[in-house]
């Protein structure tokens, strides 16, 4: 074969753009008793993919049986599981909710002003935590005015 086909064989089936007959060619080649001395260094490398190819693996190998009686119990409980959570969720929850309704006006305003109060708190309580705010954005505008 060409040298010169060679070369330019080699230098395709190092950028990985040869196809499957050009690399057949090339391990014909340097299978082959006339290889050329500069090609020499490429000679191992395919003798070793002719190698590599012809190898097998002697040991076999088996992969435990699968328990399919123990995974199929698996999955009948976790429907079962998934089954009993949404029956629950659904025949638990409440019918009605007395949302607070009152019939005696007096203790209708004792509630509300309960609830007025705990909000009042509330309220206040936050107010509070703002003015601290508002002391940090007086002492960072003394240190560092805006322009």
Known sequence: ???????????KYFEGETSVAEENQLKDYFSSAGVAPEME??????????????????????????????????SIAASAVVLLGVGLM??????SQDLGTFDDPEVAFRETQKALDLLSGNVNKGIQGMQYVQEYEDVKTSVFPSK
Do not use: D, G
């Not at 074969?1 to 230098?11: A, D, W």
């Not at 659904?90 to 019918?95: E, G, I, V």
């Open 1 to 11: 074969m060409e040298l010169h086909k060679i070369e330019s064989l080699l230098e």
């Open 41 to 74: 260094p490429y000679r191992p490398m395919f003798a070793y993919f002719k190698q590599a190819k012809a190898e097998t693996a002697h040991k076999t190998f088996e992969l435990p049986a699968m328990k399919t009686n123990r995974v199929a119990w698996l």
């Open 90 to 95: 659904f025949f638990n929850r409440p019918q």
